[in-house]
């Protein structure tokens, strides 16, 4: 009943921002599991430093801009704790995938090292967890 009284200016924002998570999330699922795959072919650490730079942050970008473009256009989830539920997500989320980024670049550079790989799996996991959360809140509302 509430889409229908959205108006039309709402909806470009709004797509934006669900098209950045969901690119969000699958970038960053696709980095986990190349990231865990590394051990058994070595020439995975590549693929997970490109799809981190080339793929995660900008479609983080994405989603946390159209995110708060939408924000600032509705007041809809004024006052509501799925929202700040999604802007945690989105500001941690920076600060893992800088450490990311920073840790796959070390790992193509020192390929005889294993650990900053496994750490881009972790960190890329913990991120995927948290981006699952946010959508079960941003999308289910509880509480609301």
Known sequence: MLAILRPDSWNLPLFLHVLGAAAVTGATAAT???????????????????????????????????????????????????????????????VLLLLAMILGAVGVRRPQKLWPVRAVAVLSGVYLVALLVAMFAMSGKPGS
Not at 36 to 45: H, N
Not at 48 to 63: D, G, I, Q, Y
Not at 79 to 93: E, H, M, P, R
């Open 32 to 94: 986990f599991v190349a990231a865990i795959s590394v051990g058994r072919w070595p020439w995975l650490r590549l693929v997970v430093a490109r799809t981190l730079l080339l793929a995660v942050f900008p479609s983080w970008l994405l989603m946390r801009l159209a995110g708060a473009w939408e924000d600032s256009r509705s007041s809809i989830g004024d006052g509501s704790g799925w929202l700040d539920v999604g802007y945690l997500v989105g500001d941690a989320g920076f």
